[in-house]
């Protein structure tokens, strides 16, 4: 076994995230987190990438030099009494990290006797916040929540739906949410209820009220679907709706469960006059799509769905993979037929080496596979967490369903080349003047100026040598307005060099004068 | 200290593993390997927004399960190393060892001696756990972990010579004495990882003030460490390295000057004189200098002036941040930092106390909440997790973390300095007259 690893990047988040993701998700349920101060970062990933208006629903019980001698026990007592009453949660979720979990502390005897004095519930998720990462997190933790609230209830009238996955920091799911509830509502079925996202203590009593569970994503939620089904009888489907046959599978399963006709929905978006077929097999597609080569990687869901998305548009797939290593049969299977090699790895860098070995037209990955495109000059479309803030977007931006394919197909022909163009690039070669070629320009202009120096015309300004480094650490991309302002300012000064002196004056001139305007 | 309240609870701060963030750009050919866990790893790509540079000279050696039962790390950490060293080339890796490595008890300076010993190159244990430290002072471990690579004597040809001189001539103790070096120079050596250009603006300023040689700590090369010995008059430039000028006043015997840091023209102003009095130069041109700047300033000025500015505390350059505001004519009603080193930041409180500036150190962010609603603050400056609820309830806030990677030291930046806090005021002046007052949460 591995003992010691090393890791450039996380594919992955840890336990605490996966924890933090379920709960941050619901209203009136707040985290304290027993660990040392570092990870209190659970706030800036909502705060910053969620774009919270409100605090995140977090609070530290931090573990110092001075809970490592005397235990921690008071502070988490303190902290778990102050929480509840400052914000009056229904429940209060105390998550270890993977610090804290080294310390082997009872957090459940905490909760216990705590949790007779307190109105909130107080769970423990029954993690191993060391060894367990997020997704496996978030699928235990949510069937120990769905567990711990969900009561038998009577089956709504109408034919009804649970929507099982979408939470807060997942990949583009704020926005499938709303696509998946709009597609429901087209085709006749209600939505139940929704988790983690949005749910309270009520939402998860009322779960068994559906007559189906829908599992979005591979990930997670198949834990607690499956607790349904052996306490309640509720059966479920996992197919995530991404692409055109993914989705058509979901379509089918859910209209033989609803007993209702999907056929004219299907039909309707596959349509010649839809959007899908038009931009398919349009003439510019076929020329800039066709034959393309690609490579995918990213979770399961959104690596699977984007190798079926790619094939349905007549694009290539080299290798698709996944760094859900826990499931790599079961991706292998997914994508067999689909592309020349499932490829099945958590390394940041193997991946890295192996999209530049490929030299693929275009990558589909998480932001860490657009940073090694960039280094190799290829074009990327994430389509996977890890995200940026970039994956925030605030326009819907939904992965699943058609109008989700729809989007992705307008990301890739912003991402590529265009039919006509492509012709006409290959052709005659490109046209653009490429960065590197910028930055000699103008260093060379820089250079040749100092070169020319004293002897030149009236118009041509000497720098000295040390001005001349300081010129060098300009960006290149705006080292040639710096020096134009700089030799400006020199001559209606009057100097007739440009010294550091001068460079500075220049700066605090510019800069100031800059900001008067609407900066 | 006397003036300083105390509170318990500074958690909206970073841990200080983030000094990668920037440390392994400073120093080059290094690279920095954090030892810690899963969420190590995961803070720092979050922290970073997911990787502002992916391919980067830090890394992790992530702890498994199975560790914890290992009875030394060397021997896990040594794959490890290897891989880097194979990737990298690298002529120095610091070991930053982090909470984990401090509840688990890993004996990471052994372990640090035996791979250096094995590498061929220095392998340099940091002690950056959370549990310790906050945020920037992961700077000060790293710098302190360097201090023996800096050299405590320049290297000189002669010295050779003489050696061998003396060798054949043992016992002969006057060939020696004659040959005695004259007194040695004193040096000033400036301590901090600012940016290159930031050195060279200050170097620049101390060279018209009359001082040729200006070194800096750390220096970009490993092997090109200052010298630093009873000689050397140490300038520090940030207010968290209190355990590296400790070391260099107890081991090297170095002065370290104490006077306000080089941030501000007023901070920068009193940092030149000072220097200029420890090596007997004339500072009288340093007030024009000064004042120079400062109009430069004016318009900026203009909009700080009179604007009630509150510091809830995150990356400790709060104390001389807050000390600029005032000399800028803005009310400070609450300079909150982590951390407060009272000695080597005693000229900066003194300033504060003199203008009656409230400052609180490790400060509750649940009081500081309701002390916000009695302030009123026209600006926050406040960590990278709260700033967008506080937008949100009508306040104005500038990120703190903008000021650990601005350049904001010396006269030259004043003016980037003052618009980290001017913009944030602007940019609310220009959505009120844009129409958004219509919302009603900013007025």
Redesign the interface.
């Known amino acids: 076994m591995d003992l010691v690893k090393l890791a450039y990047w996380m594919y992955e988040g840890t336990a605490l995230s996966g924890i933090a993701r379920v709960a941050g998700s619901m209203p009136k349920v707040h985290t304290v987190i027993h660990g040392p101060q570092g990870d209190g970062y659970i706030n800036v990933m909502f705060s910053m990438l969620e774009r919270f208006d409100k605090l995140p629903p977090f609070t530290l019980s931090p573990i110092g030099r001075r809970e490592m001698a005397q235990g921690s026990r008071a502070r988490l007592v303190e902290t778990v009494r102050r929480v509840e009453a400052q914000h009056q949660p229904d429940v209060i979720v105390i998550t270890p990290t993977c610090s804290s979990t080294l310390l082997q502390e009872d957090l459940l005897a905490v909760a216990r006797s705590l949790g007779r004095q307190t109105k909130a519930k107080l769970i423990v998720p029954r993690v191993n916040a060391f060894r367990d990462l997020e997704h496996f997190a978030m699928d235990d933790f949510l069937a120990q929540i769905v567990a711990e609230f969900a009561v038998e209830q009577p089956k709504t009238e109408r034919f009804t739906v649970n929507l099982i996955g979408p939470s807060y920091l997942g990949f583009h799911q704020i926005h499938d949410l709303k696509e998946m509830q709009t597609m429901l509502e087209e085709i006749g079925i209600g939505v139940n209820a929704v988790i983690p996202y949005g749910a309270t203590v009520e939402t998860l009593r009322s779960l068994t009220g559906a007559h189906l569970n829908l599992c979005l994503y591979r990930e997670y939620g198949r834990e607690a679907c499956e607790y349904l089904r052996k306490t309640f009888g509720m059966e479920y489907l996992s197919i995530t709706p991404m692409g055109i046959r993914q989705t058509g599978q979901f379509l089918r399963a859910l209209g033989e469960r609803a007993g209702i006709d999907v056929t004219p929905y299907i039909r309707q978006h596959l349509a010649p006059s839809g959007s899908l077929a038009r931009f398919t097999k349009s003439v510019d597609a076929l020329s800039s799509l066709f034959g393309k080569r690609a490579v995918v990687f990213g979770d399961y869901s959104h690596a699977v769905g984007a190798t079926h998305l790619l094939r349905e548009i007549g694009v290539q797939v080299i290798w698709a993979g996944t760094y859900m290593t826990a499931w790599k049969d079961e991706f292998t299977e997914s994508v067999a037929g689909l592309t020349d090699e499932a490829f099945v790895c958590d390394d940041f860098q193997a991946v890295s080496r192996k999209i530049r070995d490929t030299q693929p037209d275009i990558v589909f990955g998480t932001q860490m596979e657009r940073h090694s495109a960039a280094r190799y000059d290829l074009p990327c479309i994430v389509i996977s967490s890890p995200a940026h803030i970039l994956n925030f977007p605030l326009f819907p931006a939904p992965v699943l369903g058609y109008r989700g394919m729809t989007r992705l197909l307008d990301t890739i022909n912003q991402t590529i080349k265009l039919g006509l163009e492509e012709h006409l690039v290959n052709m005659f070669g490109e046209d653009t003047t490429s960065e590197s070629q910028m930055e000699t320009t103008a260093a060379a202009t820089a250079v040749s100026t100092a070169a020319a120096g004293t002897a030149a015309g009236a118009d041509e300004m000497h720098w000295d040598a040390e001005a001349l480094k300081a010129l060098k650490q300009v960006p290149f991309f705006v080292r040639g307005k710096v020096q134009r302002n700089t030799e400006n300012y020199a001559r209606e000064q009057g100097c007739s060099e440009v010294t550091l002196d001068v460079i500075y004056a220049a700066k605090a001139y510019f800069e100031s004068k800059g900001n008067q305007g609407n900066r | 200290m006397e003036g300083i309240e105390r509170e318990n609870?500074c958690?909206?701060?970073?841990?200080?593993?983030a000094s990668v963030a920037w440390l392994h750009r400073k120093i080059k050919d290094s690279f920095f390997l954090i030892?810690g866990?899963?969420?190590?790893?995961?803070?720092i790509?979050?922290?970073l927004?997911?990787?502002v540079y992916?391919?980067s000279r830090f890394?992790?050696?992530?702890?498994?399960?199975?560790?914890?039962v290992?009875p030394s790390?060397t021997e896990?950490?040594a794959?490890?190393v290897a891989?880097?060293k194979a990737?990298w080339q690298p002529k120095v890796i610091f070991l930053l060892s982090?909470?984990?490595c401090?509840?688990?008890k890993l004996d990471l300076e052994n372990a640090s001696k035996e791979l250096s010993n094995r590498c061929g190159f220095p392998v340099v244990p940091v002690s950056t756990?959370?549990?310790?430290r906050?945020f920037t002072q992961g700077e000060d471990a790293v710098l302190h972990a360097l201090l023996p690579f800096v050299p405590r004597e320049a290297p000189k040809a002669e010295v050779v010579e003489e050696k061998k001189r003396s060798w054949f001539s043992f016992g002969k103790e006057e060939g020696n004495k004659a040959t005695a070096p004259a007194a040695p120079r004193r040096n000033l050596v400036l301590v901090g990882a600012v940016t290159?250009?930031t050195t060279?603006?200050l170097k620049?300023e101390l060279n018209q003030l009359g001082l040729d040689r200006v070194d800096v700590f750390p220096s970009g090369d490993m092997g090109n460490m200052p010298v630093i010995n009873e000689q050397t008059v140490i300038a520090p430039l940030q207010p968290y390295l209190s355990d590296t000028l400790a070391t260099l006043r107890r081991e090297r015997g170095a002065k370290v000057l104490t006077t306000l840091l080089p941030i501000g023209p007023d901070g920068t102003a009193r940092f030149l004189e000072a220097i200029c009095a420890e090596f007997g130069l004339d500072a009288s041109g340093v007030a024009e200098r000064e004042a120079q700047?400062w109009r430069?300033?004016?318009?900026?000025l203009a909009l700080l002036r009179g604007k009630r500015i509150m510091f809830l505390g995150d990356n400790l350059l709060e104390i001389p941040l807050a000390r600029f505001l005032t000399a800028c004519g803005a009310e400070v009603v609450e300079a909150g930092t982590p951390y407060v080193h009272a000695k080597d930041l005693q000229e900066e409180i003194a300033r504060l106390r003199e203008k009656g500036v409230p400052v609180v150190e490790s400060p509750n962010f649940?009081a500081q909440r309701e002390r916000l609603d009695r302030y009123r603050p026209d600006l926050i400056v406040a960590?990278?997790?709260?700033?967008?609820?506080l937008e949100?309830a009508g306040y104005t806030t500038a990120w703190s973390i903008e000021f650990t990677f601005a350049q904001i030291h010396g006269?030259?930046n004043?003016?980037?300095l003052i618009?980290l806090f001017?913009?944030p005021l602007?940019k609310r002046q220009?959505l009120l007259d844009q129409g958004w007052a219509e919302a009603g949460w900013i007025s």
């Open positions: 609870g958690f909206h701060t970073f841990c200080p593993i030892v866990t899963h969420t190590c790893a995961h803070f790509q979050t922290a927004d997911v990787m992916a391919h890394g992790f050696a992530v702890l498994e399960e199975s560790d914890l290992a790390p896990e950490l794959k490890v891989d880097v990737e982090t909470c984990s401090d509840i688990l756990s959370g549990l310790d906050t290159d250009s060279q603006q620049w700047t430069g300033l004016e318009s900026q649940a960590g990278l997790g709260i700033c967008n609820p949100a006269f030259v004043a003016i980037d618009k001017v913009k602007m220009a």
